[in-house]
Structures are given as structure tokens and as C-alpha cells.
């Protein structure tokens, strides 16, 4: 069975610095990464999509990035964060092309920004 | 632009009252509709998909419906562990792999 593993679960980090948030899939080959925001009470934002390595679709721009070194391997980074940067970061994936399929989620990881 | 509204906000039940959910969207093009459950501070859970008006399916206490300007989310005598947000999202044939997430329903069952 296919599992997803995002890390780390919380972190506090200052105005200013960088961030880097990774997310990996199990049991899947070439699956589509996503991640996503979730601000307190609200819906999700999706931030970037991929659907192979090296391939990534800015939704929202902003100042962060996504990469995918490596085929079920997704990483949000940042060189300088906001305050506006909190909140919860989901890492998602999805199995096929052409869209409509199942979209599945990590634990999250919640980002504080001081 | 798509849009997808979810109503009530938020939703109070007791134990045993029966009620829904509802998930209404402008979509030129809808090609699936997807529901989801999240618990505070987990990611969304997957519960259904449905793909054509006049469509539903069920699960436990659970039951989803499609109409082609709506969905609704039927919960039958529903339990405390009900207790979650509730996210419908769309999918449109020409947004590739991407899907719109409406606000949620915060439910909380009371015992």
C-alpha cells in the first residue's frame, strides 16, 4: 500500500530565515505531488504541483519554491520567510494522468513564523 | 473561475440527529467531485468521489449525493467520533490535476 511521509510535524522559525519542509511517497511509482496551505479555519490553497521530476507548476506567487529531486521526493523551501508564511503545509499526491483522481494527504506540517 | 461554497460554516448536532452538508459550485466542466474528512491538525482524509449528477455512495454513517449545482453530505444518526471538518473539492477536465477546495463544515457531534 502506498504511504506518504511529510516532516517535520511543527516548527517555529524566525522572520528572515529559510525553511525546507520534505515529503516522500511510498509504494508508488511517478505519482503527482502537490503541496498545499491551510490557513487557521480555511480552506486549501494548492502552492505547486508536480508531475515528474524536475517538472513544477507555480500556482500562487509568493516567496517560495518547490523542488522534486528525486521521483516520490517533494520539497518546500524558502530562502527568507514571512509572517505571512504560517500556517499548516499538506504535501499530497495522486496516481495517473489527465487529473481526477484521488488526491491523498500527509499529516502536515504546522509552521510558525515569529 | 470555478467555486466551490460549502454551508453551514459550521454545524451542532446531538448524538443521533440526522442532518447534511452542503457543497455548491460554479464549474464549467465538472468531471468529479470529491469529499473529504479532516481531524484538527491532521490532513484530509479521503471519503468519496462522484462523477455524474444523480450519483451517490455511502459509507458507514455517510452517505454523498450529486446533483449538477450541488452535493450533499448525509449524516445518519451520527456519533461524537463524527466530530470533523468536512471539505468538498472539484475537479474540472481542463484543470489537469488539480482540484478547488471549498471552506469546510466544522461538525461537532455532542454526546
Known amino acids: 500500500s502506498q504511504t506518504i511521509h511529510q516532516w517535520p510535524a511543527t516548527l517555529v522559525q524566525p522572520v528572515g530565515s529559510p525553511l525546507s519542509l520534505e515529503c516522500t511517497v511510498e509504494?508508488?511509482?511517478?505519482?503527482?505531488l502537490y503541496w498545499y496551505r491551510q490557513a487557521a479555519g480555511r480552506g486549501l490553497q494548492l502552492l505547486f504541483y508536480?508531475?515528474?521530476?524536475g517538472q513544477i507548476s507555480s500556482e500562487v506567487p509568493q516567496n517560495l519554491s518547490a523542488s522534486r529531486p528525486q521521483d516520490r521526493q517533494f520539497i518546500l523551501s524558502s530562502k527568507k520567510l514571512l509572517l505571512s508564511d504560517s500556517g499548516f503545509y499538506l504535501c499530497?499526491?495522486?496516481w495517473g494522468r489527465g487529473g481526477g483522481n484521488t488526491i491523498y494527504f500527509g499529516e502536515g506540517s504546522w509552521l510558525t513564523v515569529v | 473561475e470555478d467555486q466551490v461554497t460549502q454551508s453551514p460554516e459550521a454545524l451542532r448536532l446531538q448524538e443521533g440527529e440526522s442532518s447534511s452538508l452542503n457543497c455548491s459550485y460554479t464549474?464549467?466542466?465538472?468531471?468529479?467531485l470529491f469529499w473529504y474528512r479532516q481531524d484538527p491538525g491532521k490532513g484530509p482524509e479521503f471519503l468519496f468521489t462522484l462523477y455524474s449528477a444523480g450519483e451517490e455512495k455511502e459509507k458507514e454513517r455517510l452517505k454523498a449525493t450529486l446533483t449538477k449545482k450541488e452535493s450533499f453530505l448525509h449524516i445518519t444518526a451520527p456519533k461524537p467520533e463524527d466530530s470533523a471538518t468536512y471539505l468538498c473539492?472539484?475537479?474540472?477536465?481542463?484543470?489537469?490535476?488539480?482540484?478547488?477546495f471549498g471552506e469546510g463544515t466544522q461538525l461537532t457531534v455532542n454526546p
Open positions: 473539492a472539484v475537479w474540472r477536465e481542463t484543470s489537469g490535476s488539480r482540484l478547488t
Open positions: 464549474v464549467s466542466g465538472l468531471r468529479g
Open positions: 508536480s508531475v515528474g521530476i
Open positions: 499530497a499526491w495522486s
Open positions: 509504494g508508488t511509482s511517478n505519482p503527482n
